[in-house]
C-alpha cells in the first residue's frame, strides 16, 4: 500500500508541478489578456509613455504581472483613460479575487458616467469584500436610492451608522429617504445630525428646506443667511481612489482631485498634490493660484503670497492674483506695497472690474474722492450687469451727501439684483428718513426675503419705520 | 471544474501536509488557468479615437447685431413667431437682460429685434398660445444673477403677443429661488395650459407646477424640493395620454426624475437617471425621439465646467447621452459619447439618411489650446450606433444650439449661441447661423 502511494504521489507531483507550471503561465496569459491596447498618447508627457511602457513590459515578462497590471490600471485610470484603466481592473478582479479596491475602482470609472446598472455588481461585491470601507458602502446607498431601491438604500445606510454613528453621508441618505416618504421630522433630526458633525457642510442645504416646510422660517433663514451661495457638498471623501491622481499627468485632472480633497478638509493632501501638479507643470499660473487659495484659506499668509506673487510672475494678465497680492499687502498693513501692488496689477489688466474696485476703495481710504468715483465708474463699465459696482458707488455718493445720484445708483443696483441686501437696506433707510412710506413699506418687505441682511439691521429698519410713521411696516 | 476535480483527489490521496500545499498553491494562483477572460464593461467611447472630422460640413456665420464686450447668449428657440410662414428664432441675452427675436425676413436673410428688456437675466424661452388667441406668447424663465447665488430672485415671465410681435410683460412668479426653465402642458386635463418650472436656485432650488386658475394667475404644486434643476421637459412619457414633466438636476445630486401625471394633475415621481459622481456637471436635456418608435425619449448632456478650480474645464465623463423610453415610464441609460464641456443636446437628422442623429454644443473646453471640438454630429448609422463627428473647432464657448428647416432645400441650418463668461475671450461670437456646405 505504502510502495503505491509512493508510486502515486511521485505521479501526482509531477502531474502537479505541471500543473502549477500551466497555472502561472495561465496566470500570466490572463494578465496579458486584461492589458489593454495602448491608447493614443500624443500630446502626453514622455514620461507617462515610458511609464505605461515598463509596466506592460513588466507585465509580459516581469517577476510580478499582476502588480505591473495594477500599476497599468492606475496609470490609465490616474490620466482619465477609462475604458483601459475598466479592463485592466476587469483582470485584477478576477486575479486577486479578494481585493475590494478594484471593483470599487471599476465601480467608480462605470458610476462617474452614470452607469449604475453596470456598477451594481462591483459595488455589492466590494461590500462582501470589504464591509468596513465606509466610502464604498455610502456609495452603495447611493446606487440603491438612485435606483428607488430605498429598502435597500436604508439597509446599506443603517449599517453605516452601526460602524460610524454620525456618518453625515449616510444620515443625508436617510433624510432623502424620510423626506420621500413625508417623514420631514425625522429627515429634519438626521440633517441636523450631518450638519452638527461637518459644521454645516453636508446637508444644511436640505435642512434648510425642511425647515421651511416645517414652518420653522427663522431656522432656515438662519443656514441661509450664512452666505450668498455656499455650495458647502463635497463628496465622501475615499482614499482608495484619491490616491491614483499621484500618478497623473494631467495637472487639471490633478487639481480638481486637489480642490475636491481641499474641499473636504484634506488640504494637506491638496497641497501635496497641488505641488505635484506644479512639478508636472511649473509654469501653470493657475496651478499656483489654486494653491495660493488653499494657502490663503487656511491661514498661511505667506505662502499664499509665495503662490499669488508666481502666478503674477508667470502671467502678469491673471488679475485675480494681484487681486489677492493687494489685499495681502494690506493685511500685513504695508499699504505703500499694496498701492504699488494695485498700480502694477492695473497695469497689466486695465480691465479688471476687481481691481478697479479695489483702487476705487483705496483712492477713498486716502480722501481722493473724485479718483475713487471714476475707479467705480469703469468697474461698472466694465461690468455692467453686476450689482455690487453700481451699490459700491452709491455708497461713494452717499457719502459724499450727493444723495439723489447715489439713489439712482442704489435702484440700478436692485434693477440687477432685486435683494442686494446693502441696496435694499442702504434704500429702505433713505425712504425712511425721506418720509417715502410706501417705498419704505416695500424695502423693508423686500428686505425680509434676504437672510443675510443681520437681523439687527432689519429690526432698526422697523423700529424706524415705527418711529417714523407711528405704525408697524 | 478540472482544477476543483484535481485538487479534490490530491486531498484525498495524500496527508496533510502535501494537501495543505497544493491547496494554497492552487489558491495563491486563484485558480487562474481555470478562470474565464474578463468580461468587459459596455465601451465607454475613448477620448482621443473613434472620432472624424466633418470640418466644413457646416459653416457658420455671424447673424444677428453686432457687439461689445463679452456676449450671453443663454438660450434659443426656434419659431415662426410672426406666422409668415418663414421660420425665425428667438432668444436670451442674460448679460444684457434681453430677449430677443430673429426675424427671417426674406430667405436666409435674418434681423434682429428686441423683444423684452429689463428682463433679469433670462436663460430659458419657450413659445407657446397661452391666451389662445391665435398668436405666439413667451415664456420666459429668469435666474436674474446667473453665476452662484442662493437669494429669491428668480422669475417666470409670459411675454403676451398682442398679435403684432408686441409683448406685454406678465410677472408670473417672482421673488424664488433662480429659475431655469419654463415649459406648458395641461397637467390636470382642463383644457388649460398649466406650467412646469425649474428652479436651479443654489443651495436649495424646487421642481414644481404651477396650476392655471386664471388667464394669468396660477396656484403653485411643489413636486420636489432639490437645488440644480437644469431643465423640465413635459411629454407623454407613459403613453396613458396625459402630459408628464422630466427634471434635470445637477448640484451634487445629479439625477434625471421623472414625475409621472394620472391626468388630473397627481404626480408620483422617480429618479431615472443618477451618477453618485457629485462631478457629473449635468448641463442640459431636450426631448427626442432617436429610435423613432414613437415614445419619447430624453437627451442630456454632462459638461458643466465649474468645480473646485479656478479655471473650469473639462472631464473625462463630459459627454451627451440619451434615455431610452422603453414605455410605462421606464428608462435604459445609453450613452452617445464623450464631449468635453457637452451642452444644449439636439435631435435632428442632419444628413436627411432618415435616422435621427444627436448634435451637441461644447461651451467649457481648453479654449487655450486649438483644435478643441466646439460642435459634434453624433451621426446614427442606422442602427442605433453612434459615430462622433467633429463638426467644428471654433466658435468656441457654445452654450446652446437650435436646429432646424429654414429654407425650401429641406435641409436643416444650425443655430448656435455662445457664451462667453470666462476666457480667452477670443474669437468671440454671438449667434451664428451654420448653412450646409453647397
Known amino acids: 500500500m505504502r510502495s503505491l502511494q509512493h508510486a502515486v504521489s511521485i505521479a501526482l507531483g509531477i502531474v502537479s508541478i505541471f500543473l502549477l507550471a500551466s497555472c502561472g503561465s495561465g496566470n500570466r496569459e490572463f494578465v496579458l489578456e486584461s492589458i489593454p491596447e495602448r491608447p493614443t498618447l500624443s500630446g502626453w508627457p514622455e514620461r507617462l509613455h515610458q511609464r505605461i511602457e515598463s509596466a506592460e513590459l513588466q507585465a509580459m515578462s516581469g517577476g510580478n504581472p499582476v502588480e505591473s497590471l495594477v500599476k497599468l490600471a492606475r496609470l490609465y485610470h490616474a490620466n482619465g483613460f477609462y475604458e483601459e484603466a475598466s479592463q485592466c481592473y476587469q483582470g485584477l478582479i478576477t486575479l486577486q479575487s479578494k481585493e475590494a479596491k478594484w471593483p470599487h475602482m471599476l465601480a467608480e470609472i462605470l458610476s462617474s458616467y452614470g452607469k449604475l446598472e453596470d456598477a451594481l455588481p462591483y459595488r455589492e461585491l466590494v461590500m462582501k469584500l470589504d464591509p468596513e470601507y465606509i466610502p464604498a458602502m455610502v456609495r452603495l446607498g447611493d446606487v440603491y436610492l438612485k435606483q428607488n431601491k430605498a429598502n435597500e438604500a436604508e439597509k446599506v445606510y443603517t449599517r453605516v451608522l452601526k460602524q460610524d454613528r454620525d456618518n453625515p453621508y449616510a444620515q443625508l441618505g436617510l433624510a432623502r429617504l424620510d423626506i420621500a416618504s413625508g417623514d420631514l421630522e425625522n429627515a429634519q433630526q438626521r440633517l441636523e445630525a450631518a450638519t452638527r458633525k461637518t459644521s454645516l457642510r453636508i446637508g444644511s442645504d436640505l435642512l434648510a428646506t425642511v425647515y421651511e416646510k416645517r414652518g420653522l422660517n427663522s431656522l432656515a433663514a438662519a443656514i441661509r443667511g450664512r452666505a450668498k451661495s455656499s455650495g458647502t457638498f463635497t463628496d465622501i471623501p475615499d482614499t482608495w481612489l484619491f490616491e491614483i491622481y499621484f500618478e497623473s499627468f494631467n495637472t487639471y485632472q490633478m487639481a480638481v482631485a486637489a480642490g475636491m480633497a481641499d474641499q473636504s478638509g484634506d488640504s494637506a493632501a491638496c497641497i501635496r498634490l497641488l505641488n505635484q501638479a506644479i512639478q508636472l507643470s511649473p509654469r501653470d499660473a493657475y496651478l499656483h493660484f489654486q494653491l495660493g487659495l488653499v494657502y490663503l484659506r487656511i491661514g498661511i499668509d505667506y505662502q499664499a503670497l509665495k503662490s499669488f506673487e508666481e502666478t503674477a510672475k508667470l502671467d502678469p494678465k491673471f488679475s485675480d492674483a494681484w487681486f489677492q497680492l493687494a489685499q495681502l499687502k494690506s493685511k500685513e498693513g504695508d499699504i505703500v506695497a499694496a498701492t504699488q501692488t494695485i498700480a502694477t496689477g492695473l497695469y497689466h489688466n486695465p480691465d479688471s472690474p476687481s481691481l478697479r474696485l479695489v483702487n476705487s476703495e483705496r483712492l477713498n481710504a486716502i480722501g481722493d474722492l473724485s479718483g475713487s468715483i471714476k475707479e467705480a465708474e469703469t468697474a461698472i463699465e466694465l461690468r455692467p450687469e453686476e450689482a455690487d459696482s453700481y451699490a459700491s458707488l452709491a455708497a461713494l455718493y452717499f457719502s459724499s451727501e450727493q444723495t439723489a445720484i447715489g439713489v439712482e445708483l442704489m435702484k440700478k443696483a436692485l434693477e440687477r439684483e432685486s435683494l442686494h441686501p446693502f441696496a435694499l437696506s442702504t434704500m429702505a433707510f433713505y425712504s425712511i428718513s425721506t418720509g417715502q412710506e410706501k417705498d419704505a413699506r416695500q424695502y423693508i418687505r423686500k428686505a425680509r426675503l434676504q437672510p443675510r441682511l443681520p437681523v439687527g439691521d432689519l429690526k432698526h429698519l422697523e423700529t424706524s419705520f415705527r418711529q417714523k410713521f407711528g405704525k408697524m411696516p | ?438
Open chain 2, 1 to 438: 471544474m478540472l482544477c476543483r476535480s484535481l485538487k479534490l483527489l490530491l486531498i484525498m490521496l495524500f496527508d496533510r501536509r502535501f494537501e495543505t500545499f497544493m491547496t494554497a498553491a492552487l489558491i495563491g494562483i486563484g485558480l487562474s488557468a481555470c478562470k474565464p477572460a474578463p468580461e468587459l464593461v459596455e465601451p465607454i467611447l475613448k477620448k482621443s479615437e473613434k472620432r472624424s472630422e466633418t470640418l466644413n460640413y457646416y459653416n457658420p456665420e455671424p447673424v444677428g447685431r453686432s457687439f461689445e464686450g463679452q456676449p450671453w447668449i443663454s438660450h434659443i428657440a426656434t419659431i415662426d413667431l410672426d406666422q409668415d410662414g418663414r421660420l425665425d428664432v428667438v432668444g436670451c441675452e442674460a448679460k444684457d437682460d434681453e430677449v430677443f427675436w430673429l426675424r427671417q425676413s426674406a430667405e436666409g436673410s435674418f434681423e434682429e429685434l428686441t423683444l423684452a428688456e429689463k428682463m433679469n437675466g433670462p436663460v430659458h424661452v419657450d413659445a407657446v398660445d397661452m391666451d389662445k388667441d391665435g398668436d405666439l406668447d413667451l415664456l420666459i424663465a429668469s435666474m436674474s444673477v446667473i453665476f452662484p447665488n442662493n437669494d429669491r430672485i428668480g422669475f417666470v415671465y409670459i411675454l403676451e403677443n398682442d398679435g403684432k410681435q408686441t409683448f406685454k410683460r406678465h410677472t408670473i412668479l417672482e421673488n424664488v429661488m433662480r429659475v431655469s426653465d419654463v415649459r406648458a402642458g395641461d397637467f390636470n386635463g382642463d383644457g388649460e395650459l398649466d406650467l412646469a418650472v425649474g428652479q436651479f436656485g443654489y443651495d436649495q432650488g424646487r421642481i414644481l407646477w404651477l396650476e392655471r386658475t386664471g388667464l394669468w394667475k396660477f396656484k403653485s404644486h411643489d413636486l420636489l424640493d432639490l437645488s440644480g434643476t437644469v431643465h423640465v421637459c413635459v411629454a407623454d412619457y407613459d403613453g396613458d395620454g396625459d402630459e408628464d414633466i422630466a427634471a434635470q438636476v445637477s448640484q451634487q445630486w445629479e439625477e434625471i426624475h421623472l414625475f409621472l401625471n394620472d391626468g388630473r394633475g397627481n404626480f408620483t415621481g422617480k429618479t431615472i437617471f443618477g451618477s453618485t459622481n457629485e462631478d457629473f456637471a449635468s448641463s442640459g436635456m431636450s426631448l427626442g425621439d432617436l429610435n423613432q418608435d414613437g415614445r419619447p425619449d430624453l437627451l442630456f448632456t454632462n459638461g458643466d465646467g465649474f468645480g473646485p478650480t479656478p479655471l473650469p474645464g473639462s472631464r473625462p465623463w463630459h459627454g451627451v447621452q440619451w434615455l431610452e423610453n422603453l414605455g410605462s415610464g421606464n428608462f435604459e441609460y445609453r450613452r452617445l459619447g464623450y464631449l468635453p464641456g457637452a451642452y444644449s443636446p439636439v435631435q435632428c437628422d442632419l444628413d436627411q439618411d432618415g435616422n435621427m442623429d444627436v448634435l451637441a454644443a461644447s461651451c467649457f473646453n481648453d479654449w487655450f489650446q486649438p483644435k478643441h471640438e466646439s460642435l459634434m454630429w453624433f451621426r446614427n448609422n442606422g442602427d442605433m450606433t453612434f459615430s462622433p463627428r467633429i463638426l467644428a473647432y471654433e466658435p468656441t464657448h457654445l452654450l446652446t444650439l437650435a436646429v432646424d428647416v429654414f429654407d425650401d432645400s429641406g435641409k436643416p441650418w444650425i443655430v448656435s449661441g455662445a457664451f462667453h463668461a470666462w476666457p480667452p475671450y477670443e474669437k468671440m461670437t454671438r449667434l451664428s447661423i451654420w448653412k450646409p456646405h453647397p
